[in-house]
Nanobody, 120 residues
């Protein structure tokens, strides 16, 4: 079992910045990729940014140039630095970990979600 604990988020004015952090703990062999997804009311949950264990990055087009994801493999943490925030970035943000529990067993885990609200 893997637990993901998120921190950060909150209310910020348009153009402002926020930082989200997520720490993974529990019993697992390896965390393959970590990332952030977001879900606005009435919409599906979409990828915001992800980073693999070897540092390969993937960003949604809507956040490229504004958001930056980073990871500490030794501490099993992932962070998302969000700059130049826009009202359309308002959503619940979820941390995700693609995890190998043991040889041949791979599972996805999710954090509880943290609210990000950007006022205009």
């Amino acid at each position: 079992q893997v637990q993901l604990v998120e921190s950060g988020g909150g209310l910020v004015q348009a153009g402002g910045s926020l930082r989200l952090s997520c720490a993974a703990s529990g019993s697992f062999f390896r965390i393959n990729a970590m990332g952030w997804y977001r879900q606005a009311p009435g919409k599906q949950r979409d990828l915001v940014a992800a980073i693999t264990s070897d540092g390969t990055l993937n960003y949604a087009d809507s956040v490229k140039g504004r958001f930056s994801i980073s990871r500490d493999n030794a501490k099993n943490t992932v962070s998302l630095e969000m700059n130049s925030l826009k009202p359309e970035d308002t959503a619940v943000y979820y941390c995700n970990a693609d995890t190998t529990i043991r040889y041949g067993v791979r599972r996805d885990y999710w954090g509880q979600g943290t609210q990000v609200t950007v006022s205009s």
